[in-house]
Each structure stands twice: as structure tokens, then as C-alpha cells.
């Protein structure tokens, strides 16, 4: 539980180490691949060629790796956080509209509860208000 | 060339990877190729699919890797069956019997 804590913030904070490190893994393999295929009597072409082939995408490889460091769905979530505040940034009228409309409406709702809870819904601050007189 | 190989069946790869781990500490290349080898040439992990399942067991607490220097003095990763890891092993070793067993018993009956 604990490890599997530690992976991940790892995982979240250390990005590009760990990146770097992925990368560092998958070329050692590739490496090790294609010295496989040279020695079995391939050209270097044909090697490099074959592995690419077993191996399949590098990114999609990659990205599935990412995938199960158990990061991803933070990741994106940030990713589209922050592609919002760029289209918002992008467009300040809108923006600025938004924003009021939110603030006012917000604002008055508020602004109303709060009226109508001490009229309507609060009980009179009296020891028993059923036997108060008009 | 044409050998027959077999793809491996859904959920076979994280046992196949704690399997040879129990053997000593590996880096990912050595650990397809031992597969390869110990089941006669007839098994071939996707290469795609082994990085992902290495990361996974990793987070799961039941791998552990390293830096270390390989045999042709490079740097590789080395992962290593850990505490957890080999009970992992027993209990997935311990389902697969059941599992091949049952499936073998059905195939026998018809």
C-alpha cells in the first residue's frame, strides 16, 4: 500500500526522471534486440528494422507504461485544466461575462437564503415563540 | 523461419515475469528472452506488452528494480522479485494448476 503511494507520487512529481528513465529502459532493450538480430546474421538495416517491428510503437508502448504507473488519470486531469484556462484566456470578453454571471448569481442567491432563512426558517430567538403576541 | 509461436493468454504474463524473476535479478530484455527459452522457443511475450507489466507488478510492491550494469557494461534496469512478489508466485502458481487442471478435465469429458 505504502510502496504503491510512493511509486505513484514518484511517478506525479519526479516526471522526468522517471521519464528519462523510461526511455533509458526501453533503449536498452532495443540495444539488446538489435545486437540479438545482427548476431543471428542480419544487417544492421534488417535489425533495427525487425525490432521496430516486435517491439510495435514506441509511444503507444510508452503511454501504456505511463498507464500503469497509475498516473494517468491525474495527468489528464491537469492537462485539461489547464487547456481550459487557455481557451479562457484566450477569449476575456467571454471570460469576463462568465464570470460575472456566476458572481451575480451566486451572489444573490446568497444574499436571498440568507434573507429568507431569518424571516422564514429560523425559529424566533425567544425561549418559546408558539406563545408570543402580535 | 515459420516457428509456431503462441501468444500468451490473457493474465499468463505477470506469473511468467514473477516466474523467472524467481530465478535471480533480471533486466526486461533478459526476462523475455528466458521466457522464450524455457518454454522451448514456443512462447514470445510481446515486447510491447512486457515494459507496461513490469511497471505494473513494480507499483504493486511485488517487483523491486534498480540500476545495476549489465553483462556488456551497460546501464539496465533490474527488477527483482521482492517479499510479496514470491507470495504472489504461490498463490498465482497455485491458480494456474487449478485452472489448467479443470480446463484439461473438461476437454478430457467431451
Known sequence: ?134 | MVAPHIDLPQGTLDLLILRTLALGRQHGWAISERVQQMSSDVLRIQQGSLYPALHRLERRGWIKAHWGTSENNRRAKFYELSKSGRQQLDVETDAWAKLTAAVAQILGTV
Do not use: W
Not at chain 1, 540479438?36 to 514506441?58: V, W, Y
Open chain 1, 1 to 134: 500500500m505504502l510502496s504503491d503511494l510512493i511509486f505513484r507520487l514518484r511517478s506525479l512529481f519526479r516526471r522526468s526522471s522517471v521519464e528519462n528513465e523510461l526511455d533509458d529502459e526501453l533503449r536498452f532493450h532495443l540495444e539488446q534486440q538489435v545486437e540479438k538480430h545482427i548476431r543471428s546474421g542480419l544487417t544492421r538495416n534488417d535489425a533495427l528494422r525487425q525490432t521496430r517491428l516486435e517491439f510495435g510503437g514506441l509511444g503507444h508502448v510508452k503511454e501504456d507504461c505511463r498507464e500503469s504507473r497509475g498516473i494517468t488519470f491525474l495527468e489528464t486531469t491537469a492537462r485539461d485544466i489547464r487547456y481550459a484556462l487557455r481557451q479562457l484566456s484566450r477569449t476575456p470578453a467571454f471570460t469576463v461575462t462568465v464570470l460575472l454571471t456566476l458572481a451575480l448569481g451566486i451572489g444573490a442567491n446568497a444574499a436571498i437564503f440568507t434573507l429568507v432563512n431569518a424571516v422564514l426558517l429560523e425559529k424566533l430567538p425567544v425561549a418559546d415563540p408558539a406563545s408570543l403576541v402580535r
